[in-house]
């Protein structure tokens, strides 16, 4: 009985420190963790091993490794440093995600318009305005 007793207040000791580092590790800030590990997953950016195939009118530029598995053999690095999808553009958009293997070419008609990234939820987001007048008029109290 001695020795049951005595393995129990072990496990309850264990239980009791392991519930005390659990409880002072949930106050340490999730970004503390998180940091290194983004740290380390930009390194690995650096290290890819790749064929320069061109690079965009952003300054994205775009990379062809034939020895990685089908799916992440294409990459590319961003111009800038928020790496924002919507700066791929549309000619390279194909290419990257595997629709063709013909490289882009550059816009040949006259119409067509630079691509530009998306500024949804930024200064210069599009704002539409209306032009007509409207049919329901919110209600002012009298004055």
Not at 7 to 23: E, K, Q
Not at 91 to 105: N, R, V
Not at 111 to 118: G, T
């Amino acid at each position: 009985f001695e020795d049951f007793a005595s393995n129990m207040a072990t496990v309850l000791r264990t239980a009791v420190v392991s519930h005390r580092i659990l409880r002072a590790a949930s106050s340490i800030p999730v970004r503390t963790f998180y940091s290194p590990m983004e740290q380390l997953a930009r390194v690995g950016k650096i290290v890819k091993r790749g064929k320069f195939v061109g690079e965009d009118s952003m300054g994205n530029k775009y990379f062809e490794n034939l020895d990685n598995i089908n799916g992440a053999h294409r990459y590319v690095e961003y111009a800038s440093d928020d790496e924002d999808a919507s700066t791929i553009a549309a000619e390279w958009h194909a290419w990257f995600h595997k629709m063709t293997d013909d490289l882009p070419t550059p816009p040949e008609q006259g119409w067509q318009l630079e691509h530009s990234r998306n500024n949804s939820g930024t200064k210069d987001q599009y704002v539409p305005y209306t032009t007509t007048t409207p049919k329901i008029h919110e209600w002012t109290p009298p004055e």
